[in-house]
């Protein structure tokens, strides 16, 4: 089973209107990690935003917001008032056992976000 | 520039030769991961490395890969005999020791292409 789960290939959003990207995942471990990161076209992996297994309050980095629905198993990201700089590649990774010796991360496909003007 | 380099950014290979990528972590960082993405596809995790040890490299293929990080200089992946389904983006990240909430860095990638 796929442990991190992007169903949604290409998205597209109006400039300055906000935009949810899906994110679910799978895993048994209590204690994990949740990271967003963007890829524009250019290539590089820029991370926006993490959410802890164990965080009360959902993580807000500037126009970032993640949605993190635990019982659900999904950590949406939440993009505000969209700007044309947004248009990338979006990975949703997770990292199980935050504890532990396991630092790897998971990545999903990807959301490609176009926004228009 | 403070952040994880990796050189060269973009690699062309024969068949057959070999490719060494290059990757300095961020200063004060001593964990490296290698991921590689394929067209279209998300990053996939490859080998962790700490200062002169291989912690996991259960991603990494069996045959022609390798991994190092020496105690002075850059980390390196090595991979020899080159074949066409080597061709990929390669990242190098790097975090600080301990802490697993810690986002991992990534360097801009090498692009290899075999032809």
């Known amino acids: 089973a796929q442990k991190i789960t992007q169903t949604q290939p290409g998205m597209f959003v109006q400039e300055k209107e906000a935009v949810t990207l899906d994110c679910t995942y799978d895993t048994s471990d209590p204690s994990y990690g949740l990271f967003w990161y963007k890829q524009p076209s250019s290539g590089e992996m820029i991370f926006l935003i993490y959410?802890?297994?164990?965080?009360?309050q959902n993580a807000t980095e500037g126009r970032y917001s993640l949605n993190f629905q635990k019982a659900r198993k999904s950590a949406n990201l939440v993009i505000s008032a969209s700007q044309l700089g947004d248009s990338a590649m979006y990975f949703c990774a997770m990292r199980e056992g935050l504890g532990g010796s396991n630092y790897k991360l998971t990545f999903g496909k990807g959301t490609l976000l176009t926004v228009n003007p | 520039n403070a952040g994880v380099m990796q050189n060269p950014r973009h690699l062309v290979r024969r068949r057959g030769q070999e490719a060494r990528l290059r990757c300095s972590p961020v200063?004060?960082?001593?964990?490296v991961y290698w991921y590689r993405q394929l067209p279209e596809e998300g990053l996939k995790f490859m080998v962790y490395?700490?200062?002169?040890?291989?912690?996991?490299e259960s991603g990494m293929p069996k045959e022609r890969f390798s991994a190092e990080f020496p105690k002075e200089g850059p980390s390196i992946l090595r991979i020899q005999q080159v074949v066409r389904g080597d061709s990929a983006a390669y990242f190098c990240?790097?975090?600080?020791?301990?802490?697993?909430?810690?986002?991992?860095?990534f360097g801009d990638g090498t692009r290899l292409s075999i032809l």
């Open positions: 959410q802890g297994s164990y965080d009360q």
């Open positions: 990240a790097s975090s600080p020791a301990g802490q697993g909430y810690q986002p991992q860095h």
């Open positions: 200063k004060g960082h001593s964990h």
């Open positions: 490395l700490q200062k002169e040890n291989i912690i996991d």
